[in-house]
């Protein structure tokens, strides 16, 4: 198979793709040993008290990150228009904490997540099976839901409603490459040998969409041999998108799979833009899109949805993006210009929707540890 099936980018400032919610990715499949009652990691928000209570699970870096993170400017503007306290929670395990409670037969606790993606889904449902861990919610029943595109709405089953998005990519040092790494077949030349670095996709969101990409160009039936030749060529597979980041930044090769994004990190922390140019194998870059889901059981499903319509008016879509250093998810809402232009849109979006992955991705990641990781 030689999958080419593309996600079309649309919407004001579709050009202002920006992202910075995987930078502290832990992975997609790790297996959580919290067994207690007790949750581990941050909770956030005491705030004014309402009448009641949202408690919203999300990833670290989107409440702690410096600079970056959005959440206290949600729970502040969020509590000021609804009678209600919204309580942050990020548990270190992040997705897998609520799954092994699951598996545990033990409560939640928490009334939704918002920063899922549809790789998580796939994980979720492998290890659950049958047991429901998300309840369903209809965008088009949401305040502004309409306006988000469809090409966007990856799960069939609507439990997951979009919310941002930006793009996988390559970050290049235009002073230590011999050209720009625009193709594929350029990264498994002699020119880039021992010049790539690429998270590992068994650990890593960014390095299973950049695997990804590689399905999609080279199909089921080559994606493996594309691999290998990438080793060949002196490919550095490391642990998490951290670890590959770090060692790019330290100079120990000058190219390395991340976000086309990079420049509003490399302006503001005023480094050097000659390395953090931004290129697109063959045009492409996975299209990351992030969503927000209600747990099942949650008593307060109507406060949750309140919350996901607050989450998807433009004003908000606008403060994410540029806190969270993402694109708004709906049509009606866009970027400021001064962002607009330190970030890139590939000419061709790639992206897998939750049925295309749900059949297929395990096999993938096997095969892949089992001919690339253990060699």
């Known amino acids: 198979m030689r999958r080419r099936r593309f996600l079309r980018a649309t919407g004001a400032g579709a050009a202002a793709l920006l992202a910075g919610c995987s930078a502290t990715e832990t992975g997609t499949d790790g297996e959580t040993t919290e067994t207690g009652t007790e949750a581990p990691g941050t909770t956030v928000g005491t705030g004014t008290p309402g009448d009641r209570t949202l408690r919203v699970a999300t990833y670290p870096s989107f409440i702690d990150a410096p600079s970056t993170s959005p959440g206290a400017w949600v729970k502040e503007t969020f509590e000021s228009r609804v009678d209600a306290t919204l309580k942050w929670f990020a548990p270190e395990q992040q997705m897998n904490y609520f ?175 000659s390395e953090h140019q931004i290129a697109f194998p063959d045009g492409q870059g996975y299209a990351y899109i992030e969503g927000m889901a209600k747990f099942a059981g949650t008593e307060n499903a109507d406060l949750a949805d309140r919350f996901m319509e607050f989450i998807l008016d433009p004003e908000t879509q606008r403060e994410i993006g540029k806190r969270n250093v993402t694109m708004p998810i709906v049509d009606n809402a866009s970027l400021p210009e001064d962002l607009a232009n330190l970030v890139y849109e590939p000419e061709t979006p790639v992206n897998f929707n939750y049925d295309e992955l749900s059949g297929s991705l395990d096999g993938w990641l096997d095969e892949w540890s089992k001919q690339i990781a253990t060699k």
């Open 99 to 273: 799954v092994q409670r699951k598996k545990q037969n033990l409560t939640v606790d928490t009334d939704m997540f918002i920063g899922l993606v549809n790789l998580n889904l796939v994980h979720v449902d492998r290890r659950l099976g049958d047991t429901t861990l998300f309840s369903t919610t209809d965008p088009a029943s949401l305040e502004n839901g309409d306006h988000i595109p469809e090409q966007y709405l990856f799960d069939s089953s609507k439990r997951v409603v979009p919310f941002s998005t930006s793009f996988v990519s390559l970050v290049y040092n235009e002073d230590a490459v011999p050209s720009k790494p625009d193709t594929y077949e350029k990264l498994a030349q002699p020119e880039f040998e021992n010049g790539v670095i690429v998270p590992n996709p068994q650990n890593s969101e960014t390095g299973e969409m950049f695997m990804l990409m590689t399905i999609n160009e080279y199909g089921e039936d080559g994606y493996l041999d594309y691999w290998k030749r990438l080793q060949d060529n002196g490919i550095q597979i490391l642990g998490s998108w951290g670890d590959a980041y770090n060692a790019y930044s330290n100079g120990e090769a000058p190219i390395v799979v991340s976000y086309s994004t990079d420049q509003v990190f490399a302006k503001r922390f005023e480094e050097p833009m």
